[in-house]
């Protein structure tokens, strides 16, 4: 059964990041549709509502909730609790819930018309899950053999150019 677990496991995990990923996208695009002409932007609103309610209640939630348990599952069935990488993989993964549910209060704040997120800072909200999805994947591929000092090194190192990468997409998109 081990098999089975891991493999609905990690389906889980990859619905929940491309919902994660193309929901913050809409909620950016849902942003950006209040700057257009009232005609257009009715249109918008209307069918980008439509779209991130079925992608958030329909792929993002069942996947998280897929995600977790199945991952319980391989926890509590194959003792891996014990394992010290696990554990800073379960913070990791409770820092991606933590994510995920101030997601969905952007979600609501958005669909009452209520959110002051702008469209800069749900792009830099959306590379937040990116950094976490590269620690959650290579604690759970190096296992043991992560070193400590390199795995902070390294997702330090890879948030600074994302951040480099969105000024640079900013520029780039004003001029």
């Given at each position: 059964?081990?098999?089975?677990?891991?493999?609905?496991?990690?389906?889980?995990?990859?619905?929940?990041?491309?919902?994660l990923f193309?929901?913050?996208?809409?909620?950016i695009y849902?942003?950006?549709?209040?700057?257009?002409?009232?005609?257009?932007?009715?249109?918008?609103?209307?069918?980008?509502?439509?779209?991130?309610?079925?992608?958030?209640?329909?792929?993002?939630?069942?996947?998280?909730?897929?995600?977790?348990?199945?991952?319980?599952?391989?926890?509590?069935?194959?003792?891996?609790?014990?394992?010290?990488?696990?554990?800073?993989?379960?913070?990791?993964?409770?820092?991606?819930?933590?994510?995920?549910?101030?997601?969905?209060?952007?979600?609501?704040?958005?669909?009452?018309?209520?959110?002051?997120?702008?469209?800069?800072?749900?792009?830099?909200?959306?590379?937040?899950?990116?950094?976490?999805?590269?620690?959650?994947?290579?604690?759970?591929?190096?296992?043991?053999?992560?070193?400590?000092l390199w795995?902070?090194?390294?997702?330090?190192?890879?948030?600074?150019?994302?951040?480099?990468?969105?000024?640079?997409?900013?520029?780039?998109?004003?001029?």
């Amino acid at each position: 059964m081990y098999p089975l677990a891991k493999a609905l496991h990690v389906i889980g995990f990859v619905c929940w990041f491309a919902g994660l990923f193309y929901a913050i996208r809409l909620f950016i695009y849902r942003v950006e549709a209040q700057e257009k002409p009232p005609e257009v932007r009715d249109i918008l609103e209307a069918q980008l509502a439509i779209m991130t309610r079925r992608l958030w209640f329909g792929i993002t939630w069942p996947s998280m909730i897929a995600t977790v348990g199945f991952g319980l599952w391989l926890l509590y069935q194959y003792k891996l609790w014990n394992l010290p990488w696990v554990h800073i993989k379960l913070t990791l993964v409770a820092l991606l819930v933590i994510y995920h549910l101030v997601s969905h209060r952007i979600y609501r704040q958005l669909r009452a018309g209520e959110s002051t997120w702008s469209s800069k800072a749900l792009r830099i909200w959306n590379e937040v899950a990116t950094l976490l999805l590269v620690a959650i994947v290579f604690v759970a591929v190096f296992k043991q053999g992560l070193d400590a000092l390199w795995g902070v090194l390294g997702f330090f190192g890879f948030a600074i150019v994302l951040m480099m990468g969105i000024k640079i997409y900013g520029k780039i998109r004003k001029g």
